[in-house]
């Protein structure tokens, strides 16, 4: 079964960064286009970025364009999010899925970060 795990989130000023990752396993990594989403307390389930199985096209929401970073490493089965110039707005529980701009509902427990001076 598809197993997601998301880490590397936590406390960062405004203008830091964090790297998140993403450990997949249950199916064929490297075949499957991968995203990045998030959901902060009272507001909607947003995607944040994706990148393809094949050829490792990047897309980004405009509102993290020229500061997040997504990242795949195939051999390691491993997804990232590089995050810098981070902003309070950025606070969210941060989940990774399969799917280039939507996901498939499997969802891991997630990781928390959290942008507060």
């Known amino acids: 079964q598809v197993q997601l795990v998301e880490s590397g989130g936590g406390l960062a000023q405004p203008g830091g960064s964090l790297r998140l990752s993403c450990a997949a396993s249950?199916?064929?990594?490297?075949?499957?286009?991968m995203s990045w989403f998030r959901q902060a307390p009272g507001k909607v389930f947003e995607w944040v970025s994706g990148?393809?199985?094949?050829?490792?096209?990047?897309r980004y929401a405009d509102f993290v364009k020229g500061r997040f970073t997504i990242s795949r490493d195939n051999a390691k089965n491993t997804l990232y999010l590089q995050m810098n110039n981070l902003q309070p707005e950025d606070t969210a529980l941060y989940y990774c899925?399969?799917?280039?701009?939507?996901?498939?509902?499997?969802r891991g427990q997630g990781t928390q970060v959290t942008v507060s001076p």
């Open positions: 990148i393809s199985a094949l050829s490792g096209d990047t």
């Open positions: 899925d399969r799917g280039l701009l939507y996901g498939e509902g499997n």
């Open positions: 249950g199916f064929t990594f490297s075949a499957y286009s």
